[in-house]
Nanobody, 124 residues
Framework: QVQLVESGGGFVHAGGSLRLSCAAS????????MGWFRQAPGKEREFVAAITWSLGSRYYADSVKGRFTISRDNHKKTLYLQMNKLKHEETAVYYC?????????????????WGQGTQVTVSS
Protein backbone atom coordinates (compact mmCIF):
# COMPACT_ATOMS: atom_id res chain seq x y z
CA GLN A 1 0.00 0.00 0.00
CA VAL A 2 1.01 3.58 -0.67
CA GLN A 3 -0.42 6.46 1.31
CA LEU A 4 -0.64 9.91 -0.24
CA VAL A 5 -1.31 13.16 1.57
CA GLU A 6 -1.80 16.41 -0.36
CA SER A 7 -1.32 19.90 1.01
CA GLY A 8 -0.89 23.44 -0.19
CA GLY A 9 -4.34 24.20 -1.52
CA GLY A 10 -6.11 27.41 -0.67
CA PHE A 11 -7.57 30.61 -2.00
CA VAL A 12 -5.82 32.74 -4.59
CA HIS A 13 -6.81 35.55 -6.94
CA ALA A 14 -6.77 34.95 -10.68
CA GLY A 15 -3.24 35.31 -11.98
CA GLY A 16 -1.76 34.17 -8.69
CA SER A 17 0.29 31.13 -7.77
CA LEU A 18 0.08 28.13 -5.49
CA ARG A 19 2.35 25.19 -4.81
CA LEU A 20 0.81 21.84 -4.02
CA SER A 21 2.66 19.03 -2.27
CA CYS A 22 1.94 15.32 -2.03
CA ALA A 23 3.82 13.28 0.55
CA ALA A 24 4.06 9.55 -0.14
CA SER A 25 4.63 6.80 2.41
CA UNK A 26 4.38 3.05 2.57
CA UNK A 27 5.52 0.77 -0.28
CA UNK A 28 6.80 3.64 -2.40
CA UNK A 29 9.57 1.53 -3.98
CA UNK A 30 6.92 0.08 -6.28
CA UNK A 31 5.91 3.49 -7.60
CA UNK A 32 6.57 4.07 -11.30
CA UNK A 33 4.95 7.46 -11.67
CA MET A 34 2.83 10.00 -9.85
CA GLY A 35 0.46 12.58 -11.13
CA TRP A 36 -2.00 15.35 -10.39
CA PHE A 37 -5.62 15.35 -11.42
CA ARG A 38 -8.37 17.83 -10.62
CA GLN A 39 -12.12 17.74 -10.34
CA ALA A 40 -14.29 20.82 -10.56
CA PRO A 41 -17.89 20.83 -9.26
CA GLY A 42 -20.17 18.95 -11.62
CA LYS A 43 -17.31 17.80 -13.83
CA GLU A 44 -15.28 14.65 -14.22
CA ARG A 45 -11.78 14.31 -12.84
CA GLU A 46 -9.22 15.43 -15.41
CA PHE A 47 -5.52 14.95 -15.90
CA VAL A 48 -3.24 17.86 -15.02
CA ALA A 49 0.36 16.62 -14.91
CA ALA A 50 2.44 13.52 -14.21
CA ILE A 51 6.06 12.53 -13.71
CA THR A 52 7.90 9.23 -13.74
CA TRP A 53 9.71 8.68 -10.47
CA SER A 54 13.10 7.42 -11.70
CA LEU A 55 13.72 9.24 -14.99
CA GLY A 56 11.64 12.31 -14.25
CA SER A 57 9.79 12.28 -17.58
CA ARG A 58 7.03 14.88 -17.43
CA TYR A 59 3.56 15.00 -18.95
CA TYR A 60 1.18 17.98 -18.96
CA ALA A 61 -2.34 18.69 -20.04
CA ASP A 62 -2.35 21.20 -22.88
CA SER A 63 -4.31 23.67 -20.78
CA VAL A 64 -1.54 23.99 -18.16
CA LYS A 65 1.60 23.81 -20.30
CA GLY A 66 3.86 26.78 -19.67
CA ARG A 67 2.10 27.68 -16.40
CA PHE A 68 2.32 24.56 -14.22
CA THR A 69 5.45 22.64 -13.30
CA ILE A 70 5.49 19.16 -11.79
CA SER A 71 8.52 17.98 -9.85
CA ARG A 72 9.52 15.43 -7.26
CA ASP A 73 11.99 15.02 -4.43
CA ASN A 74 13.00 11.37 -4.36
CA HIS A 75 14.66 11.66 -0.96
CA LYS A 76 11.62 13.24 0.65
CA LYS A 77 9.22 11.05 -1.37
CA THR A 78 7.25 14.16 -2.16
CA LEU A 79 5.54 15.31 -5.35
CA TYR A 80 5.00 18.99 -6.12
CA LEU A 81 2.89 21.03 -8.49
CA GLN A 82 3.83 24.67 -8.96
CA MET A 83 0.85 26.48 -10.42
CA ASN A 84 1.31 29.96 -11.86
CA LYS A 85 -1.10 32.34 -13.58
CA LEU A 86 -4.06 30.48 -12.17
CA LYS A 87 -7.45 30.97 -13.78
CA HIS A 88 -10.88 31.06 -12.17
CA GLU A 89 -11.95 27.99 -14.14
CA GLU A 90 -9.15 26.02 -12.48
CA THR A 91 -11.00 26.06 -9.20
CA ALA A 92 -11.22 22.39 -8.24
CA VAL A 93 -10.16 19.72 -5.82
CA TYR A 94 -6.69 18.62 -6.80
CA TYR A 95 -5.77 14.97 -6.28
CA CYS A 96 -2.42 13.26 -6.17
CA UNK A 97 -2.18 9.73 -7.58
CA UNK A 98 0.48 7.03 -7.82
CA UNK A 99 0.87 3.75 -9.62
CA UNK A 100 3.21 0.97 -10.65
CA UNK A 101 4.66 -0.10 -14.00
CA UNK A 102 1.26 -0.61 -15.61
CA UNK A 103 0.46 3.03 -15.13
CA UNK A 104 -0.30 5.26 -18.09
CA UNK A 105 0.55 8.70 -16.69
CA UNK A 106 -2.30 10.56 -18.34
CA UNK A 107 -5.00 7.95 -17.63
CA UNK A 108 -6.89 8.19 -14.34
CA UNK A 109 -8.03 4.57 -14.36
CA UNK A 110 -4.48 3.21 -14.35
CA UNK A 111 -3.54 4.81 -11.04
CA UNK A 112 -3.55 2.54 -8.00
CA UNK A 113 -3.50 5.01 -5.13
CA TRP A 114 -5.05 8.41 -4.46
CA GLY A 115 -4.82 11.08 -1.83
CA GLN A 116 -7.82 12.76 -0.23
CA GLY A 117 -7.49 15.89 -2.35
CA THR A 118 -6.83 19.53 -1.60
CA GLN A 119 -9.14 22.39 -2.54
CA VAL A 120 -7.87 25.15 -4.81
CA THR A 121 -10.14 28.17 -5.19
CA VAL A 122 -9.27 30.87 -7.72
CA SER A 123 -11.32 34.03 -7.54
CA SER A 124 -12.29 35.80 -10.74
Amino acid sequence: QVQLVESGGGFVHAGGSLRLSCAASGRTFSTYAMGWFRQAPGKEREFVAAITWSLGSRYYADSVKGRFTISRDNHKKTLYLQMNKLKHEETAVYYCGAGGFALVPTTEGSYDYWGQGTQVTVSS
